[in-house]
């Protein structure tokens, strides 16, 4: 296995002091991952919840026995300079500094070398062949010249002692590494085999509390995947805090807590979360639950609860695409709630154009993801475009990961379906789409 190189980076889509959004995620997958493979070295990055707030067990381990690292300083983010102080309080060298754009570092590390990589317009990372090899050569230096000071803390204070981080703990921390990706093998088999399959991996993992952190949140949302809602609930009280604190954690135990209709309890987290921080996801699983509470007036014939629900629910979407307009999940939602509104909200017609830019900006990206060709679906049906709506269908189709997927877009387009035919309007080509996709998620 080659050597680890531990990625310290802000994470998704961030804005920077200007206003300019750029995609670190992008900057990790055409940048930084393809120049440490190019070094001969493995990248090992943190999940994104998994890394702010608290810095847990296998964190400090990252940091202290990664042989290499990278650190991305755009933006000065917080969480980056705590770690890449605890990183240069232990480790003398083999850390590689980036920073996009022109350097704005604080007085303490702008005196430090560091790569800097320009961005598209777009927020991206420009493809410059160029750039990624420059970074690849500076980590073969840290390879071959270490042990070459690059930390501060080493250059300046003289006769510093340098930790012992034994080559034997790196090699047991390489080992727990690849069992990690071992285990979560596991789980991804155990998806394919259904709910108990997965809670007798999770009985395998004994104290929950004590397990590795990456392979219980995969399990968490494997249960997901197969509808497991009950058991995510359940794993979830088993969790170490910090991990089920984390903002992924709290999202999905919201989202399956409202599948479970203890939607009240669902909301409560939501909104606590909101008031830490605010995100497309948190808005869009807001808007949820007051689209489910919307649906269950509705049938009850509480006319006007239903009313005030819908309202509700369209502007948790609205608040959540506009908290990040890239993200088109929260908008098409909104837009659909607009349409099936009695009368239709006007405010779909300016709308629709900006969330259809925003999801195909993603499929323009190579995003190879269902939601982005269900996006694409439902607004061709709202425009009432038979082509668009077919080959939005087939491209969205092979990419199905769990069967609820389809059954959300499904519902969706069933109450298109409904709010179209009290108006009189029959569209017989769109019954047969939700048809497809209501039959996929039944498997």
Same mark, same amino acid.
């Given at each position: 296995?080659?050597?680890?190189?531990?990625?310290?980076?802000?994470?998704?889509?961030?804005?920077?002091?200007?206003?300019?959004?750029?995609?670190?995620?992008?900057?990790? %997958?055409?940048?930084?991952? *393809? /120049? @440490? #493979?190019?070094?001969?070295?493995?990248? +090992? !990055?943190?999940?994104?919840?998994? =890394?702010?707030?608290?810095?847990?067990?296998?964190?400090?381990?990252?940091?202290?026995?990664?042989?290499?690292?990278?650190?991305?300083?755009?933006?000065?983010?917080?969480?980056?300079?705590?770690?890449?102080?605890?990183?240069?309080?232990?480790?003398?060298?083999?850390?590689?500094?980036?920073?996009?754009?022109?350097?704005?570092?604080?007085?303490?590390?702008?005196?430090?070398?560091?790569?800097?990589?320009?961005?598209?317009?777009?927020? %991206?990372?420009?493809?410059? *062949? /160029? @750039? #990624?090899?420059?970074?690849?050569?500076? +980590? !073969?230096?840290?390879?071959?010249? =270490?042990?070459?000071?690059?930390?501060?803390?080493?250059?300046?204070?003289?006769?510093?002692?340098?930790?012992?981080?034994?080559?034997?703990?790196?090699?047991?921390?390489?080992?727990?590494?690849?069992?990690?990706?071992?285990?979560?093998?596991?789980?991804?088999?155990?998806?394919?085999?259904?709910?108990?399959?997965?809670?007798?991996?999770?009985?395998?993992?004994?104290?929950?509390?004590?397990?590795?952190?990456?392979?219980?949140?995969?399990?968490?949302?494997?249960?997901?995947?197969?509808?497991?809602?009950?058991?995510?609930?359940?794993?979830?009280?088993?969790?170490?805090?910090?991990?089920?604190?984390?903002?992924?954690?709290?999202?999905?135990?919201?989202?399956?807590?409202?599948?479970?209709?203890?939607?009240?309890?669902?909301?409560?987290?939501?909104?606590?979360?909101?008031?830490?921080?605010?995100?497309?996801?948190?808005?869009?699983?807001?808007?949820?639950?007051?689209?489910?509470?919307?649906?269950?007036?509705?049938?009850?014939?509480?006319?006007?609860?239903?009313?005030?629900?819908?309202?509700?629910?369209?502007?948790?979407?609205?608040?959540?695409?506009?908290?990040?307009?890239?993200?088109?999940?929260?908008?098409?939602?909104?837009?659909?709630?607009?349409?099936?509104?009695?009368?239709?909200?006007?405010?779909?017609?300016?709308?629709?154009?900006?969330?259809?830019?925003?999801?195909?900006?993603?499929?323009?990206?190579?995003?190879?993801?269902?939601?982005?060709?269900?996006?694409?679906?439902?607004?061709?049906?709202?425009?009432?475009?038979?082509?668009?709506?077919?080959?939005?269908?087939?491209?969205?189709?092979?990419?199905?990961?769990?069967?609820?997927?389809?059954?959300?877009?499904?519902?969706?387009?069933?109450?298109?379906?409904?709010?179209?035919?009290?108006?009189?309007?029959?569209?017989?080509?769109?019954?047969?789409?939700?048809?497809?996709?209501?039959?996929?998620?039944?498997?």
């Amino acid at each position: 296995m080659p050597p680890l190189c531990f990625v310290l980076m802000p994470f998704s889509t961030k804005k920077d002091a200007s206003g300019r959004s750029i995609e670190f995620d992008a900057v990790y %997958r055409d940048l930084i991952e *393809p /120049a @440490i #493979r190019q070094a001969g070295l493995q990248a +090992l !990055r943190a999940d994104e919840e998994l =890394s702010g707030g608290i810095i847990h067990k296998s964190m400090f381990e990252r940091l202290i026995l990664c042989e290499y690292a990278v650190a991305d300083l755009t933006m000065a983010n917080a969480n980056v300079f705590y770690e890449l102080g605890v990183r240069h309080a232990v480790r003398p060298w083999s850390t590689v500094l980036i920073q996009a754009g022109e350097p704005h570092l604080p007085f303490d590390v702008n005196l430090l070398r560091t790569l800097v990589y320009p961005l598209t317009d777009e927020g %991206r990372p420009k493809d410059d *062949p /160029a @750039i #990624r090899a420059n970074l690849a050569e500076r +980590l !073969r230096f840290a390879i071959d010249q =270490s042990p070459l000071n690059d930390s501060p803390i080493f250059q300046l204070i003289e006769g510093m002692p340098t930790p012992d981080v034994a080559h034997l703990k790196t090699d047991a921390f390489q080992e727990q590494f690849r069992a990690s990706a071992a285990e979560q093998e596991k789980i991804a088999a155990a998806r394919e085999l259904g709910r108990e399959a997965l809670k007798a991996f999770e009985a395998g993992l004994g104290d929950i509390a004590r397990a590795d952190t990456a392979v219980v949140v995969d399990l968490f949302l494997s249960y997901r995947g197969v509808k497991a809602y009950q058991e995510m609930v359940d794993l979830a009280d088993k969790m170490a805090r910090p991990v089920a604190e984390t903002v992924v954690v709290r999202e999905q135990l919201a989202f399956a807590l409202n599948r479970l209709k203890e939607r009240d309890r669902a909301e409560k987290i939501l909104l606590g979360l909101i008031e830490r921080t605010s995100s497309s996801e948190t808005y869009g699983l807001l808007g949820r639950i007051y689209k489910d509470r919307w649906e269950e007036a509705r049938a009850q014939g509480s006319t006007i609860e239903a009313r005030g629900q819908l309202k509700r629910a369209v502007n948790a979407y609205l608040k959540g695409f506009e908290t990040d307009w890239r993200d088109a999940y929260p908008g098409v939602n909104a837009v659909t709630l607009m349409e099936i509104a009695e009368p239709p909200d006007e405010r779909r017609k300016e709308l629709i154009p900006v969330v259809a830019y925003a999801a195909e900006r993603r499929i323009a990206a190579g995003k190879m993801d269902y939601w982005d060709y269900a996006t694409r679906l439902e607004l061709a049906i709202l425009a009432k475009d038979r082509a668009k709506a077919e080959e939005a269908l087939e491209s969205a189709l092979p990419l199905i990961r769990a069967s609820w997927e389809p059954e959300t877009t499904a519902r969706n387009l069933r109450l298109i379906r409904e709010a179209r035919a009290k108006r009189g309007e029959i569209i017989d080509w769109a019954d047969e789409i939700e048809h497809d996709l209501s039959r996929r998620g039944s498997n």
